[in-house]
């Protein structure tokens, strides 16, 4: 019976020291796929509010947005530009031709601070 149980426990060790080497690995990919990659916007959502208060991308220049949930379940839509994101679309290419500032919302009723859910998009 002994044997039994410390064998369970080895094989459980093992099964979880994998999954924990599997996460780094994922994570390592995408970290060397985003260095790859050119200009990046990231938005990170948590509860009722984005991590900045503002964005600014340069006019002309092909950036990667992608919006991240922390906290929660969000999308959101950059007024004026045709730029949705949610869960089904994590990230899109886009190129800012006209320079302005533009509001960013969270368009997914994700509770009581929703409507209070915006940050600005400065596009120089």
Sequence with gaps: MKWIMFSLFI???L????VLFQNISERQAEMAAESKAGPTLKFVAS???FDKPEYTVKAGEKVTVSLQNKEGLHAL???????KLDGNTKSADVTFDKPGTYEVHCVLPCGPG???MKSKLIVQ
């Excluded at 099964?15 to 994998?18: D, H, K, Q, R, T």
């Excluded at 839509?77 to 730029?83: A, D, Q």
């Design 11 to 13: 094989v459980a060790c």
């Design 15 to 18: 099964l979880g020291a994998g």
């Design 47 to 49: 509860n009722f509010q």
């Design 77 to 83: 839509e950059i007024v004026g530009l045709n730029v």
């Design 114 to 116: 929703h409507a209070e």
